[in-house]
């Protein structure tokens, strides 16, 4: 099985990387993968948003200051086959020492290769913080590939095409050069506002197909989920904001090659709709953003 390692990152702050990286998650799971979130946040929000516990000691700290194995971290979520690996505020000291370890850019990479040895995962995602710091670099240069969500507002484009350009300094320098952008996922998007519409639209003028058809309305479901320490798809299963990330879950895997085949499904190619759900390409712009 190869495992796709992908990091959810923008150094943009408050841009939709946890709800991303903790819903995405989900809807992998749901479509019957198994898949592993890192939360490489000291903030642990994707930690606490699943309901996980902020415990001292239970953190990926461990593992990269070496005391503990990467596998008697992993925990599982209240979602079937999604499992975590927390973080807490430890992991903001982790900065600090990894600095002084030889390697120290690669020291996740060695962890995460201990947890492709386990065979277990289809998906592995590492939830980063908006600093580009030690931790992020690490979550960098162990992935594959890395999934950049923007909101749709004025200064999303600053903030993509200077990740865009540490993506190709990554690659050039060796540290990591079989990096790949995964995709460009525009959140929090309103249709009532001409500024979202603009934005979609000029994101999708430079950057054509490197963006998600499926766009994440903004959705007060997903803002509370968090709070409840749920998914989206477990806290309200029909929202528009649960409906919009099975679509990118979906959209996600189609475009990895990965075939997705719907629940009781006997028809692996077939693009079966979830409610509410369109094909029609970049349809998403006229969709209506509620409080559902
Ligand atoms: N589509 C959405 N609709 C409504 N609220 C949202 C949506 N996406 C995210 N939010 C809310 O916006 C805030 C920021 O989202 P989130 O924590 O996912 O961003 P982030 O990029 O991970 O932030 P940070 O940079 O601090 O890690 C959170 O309160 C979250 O619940
Ligand atoms: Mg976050």
């Known amino acids: ?61 461990g593992a990269l200051s070496g005391e503990k194995s990467a596998d008697s971290l992993i925990q599982t979520t209240s979602v079937k086959m999604l499992d975590m690996i927390p973080s807490e505020i430890d992991l903001a000291g982790a900065e600090v020492e990894i600095a002084r370890a030889d390697g120290y850019l690669f020291r996740l990479k060695g962890i995460v290769s201990t947890i492709l040895a386990l065979e277990k995962y289809h998906y592995i995602l590492l939830d980063c913080s908006p600093s580009l710091g030690l931790l992020t670099m690490n979550a960098l240069a162990s992935a594959d590939s890395v999934l950049i969500p923007i909101q749709c507002e004025y200064y999303a484009l600053e903030g993509l095409s200077m990740m865009l350009r540490l993506i190709e300094q990554l690659r050039t320098s060796g540290t990591n050069p079989s990096l790949t952008l995964e995709g460009i996922v525009m959140t929090m998007y309103d249709n009532r506002t001409n500024l979202s519409k603009q934005v979609v639209q000029e994101v999708i003028t430079h950057f054509g197909d490197k963006i998600y058809e499926t766009l994440i309305p903004r959705n007060v479901r997903l803002g509370e989920a968090p709070s409840f320490g749920q998914s989206i798809i477990t806290y309200q299963s029909l929202s528009t904001g649960a409906v919009a990330y099975r679509q990118l879950a979906r959209e996600f895997m189609t475009r990895r090659g990965d075939v997705v085949q719907e629940q009781g499904g006997l028809n692996p190619g077939s693009w079966q709709k979830d409610a509410g759900e369109t094909s029609a390409p970049f349809a998403f712009l006229n969709r209506g953003t509620d409080s559902v």
């Not at 930690?47 to 953190?59: D, H, N, R």
């Open 1 to 61: 099985m190869k495992t796709g390692i992908i990091a959810v990152a923008n150094q943009k702050g408050g841009v939709g990387k946890t709800t991303t990286a903790v819903n995405l998650a989900a809807c992998l799971a749901e479509k019957r993968r198994q898949v592993l979130l890192i939360d490489i946040d000291p903030q642990a929000n994707a930690t606490s948003g699943l309901g996980l516990k902020k415990q001292p000691g239970a953190s990926i700290y």
